[in-house]
T-cell receptor
């Protein structure tokens, strides 16, 4: 089956620093990847859609200058949380889309900003 | 119109029983309806999915029932087991325009041993 990895699985950082999260599709090429944020006991909130070789499309209310997304290849997308603050602490999940529209999710990254 | 309404919010079922989770949508352009299972601290995993030209799909103990005219679909878990205890999300997406997926709010299932 399709496998999507995320790195790191958890990260703790100080307020004001930047954190980069990687999302990789291991056994298929994904022209589209998605980044989600999930708060405890809540559903997934789509942050942005990442297309290989083009700028990401951000959902309303998501600051594109704060959450930088790069989709440099068909198997890698990165999310950089810039100048992180405690309110950015959350569970970040990526997904990669197959050619027939199925989404496969990564295991998530737990970000804690002190 | 883009919402997917999921119920119940939480569900407790005895081991061996049937778990039923329901979802409803408004946008008739949706053409792909997956269900995801999520354990605490993990990413969602695709469980089973259905397209609107099919009324039912079964994979092992998991069955999706789809009612196109009512714009509703449901997940049935037969012979529910404690290991099925997780949060389940229904979703709907459109295969054109980027395949954006809309998720339901989730159902926390607890199967009592």
């Amino acid at each position: 089956g399709a496998v999507v990895s995320q790195h790191p699985s958890w990260v703790i950082c100080k307020s004001g620093t930047s954190v980069k999260i990687e999302c990789r599709s291991l056994d298929f090429q994904a022209t589209t990847m998605f980044w989600y944020r999930q708060f405890p006991k809540q559903s997934l909130m789509l942050m942005a859609t990442s297309n290989e070789g083009s700028k990401a499309t951000y959902e309303q209310g998501v600051e594109k200058d704060k959450f930088l997304i790069n989709h440099a290849s068909l198997t890698l997308s990165t999310l950089t949380v810039t100048s992180a603050h405690p309110e950015d602490s959350s569970f970040y999940i990526c997904s990669a889309q197959s050619g027939i529209g199925e989404q496969f999710f990564g295991p998530g990254t737990r970000l804690t900003v002190l | 119109q883009q919402q997917v309404k999921q119920s119940p919010q939480s569900l407790i079922v005895q081991k061996g029983g049937i778990s039923i989770i329901n979802c409803a949508y408004e946008n008739t352009a949706f053409d792909y309806f997956p269900w995801y299972q999520q354990f605490p601290g993990k990413g969602p995993a695709l469980l089973i999915a259905i397209r609107p030209d099919v009324s039912e799909k079964k994979e092992g103990r998991f069955t999706i029932s789809f009612n196109k005219s009512a714009k509703q679909f449901s997940l049935h878990i037969m012979d529910s087991q404690p290991g099925d205890s997780a949060t389940y999300f229904c979703a709907a997406s459109i295969r054109t325009g980027g395949f954006k997926t809309i998720f339901g709010a989730g159902t926390r299932l607890f199967v009592k041993a």
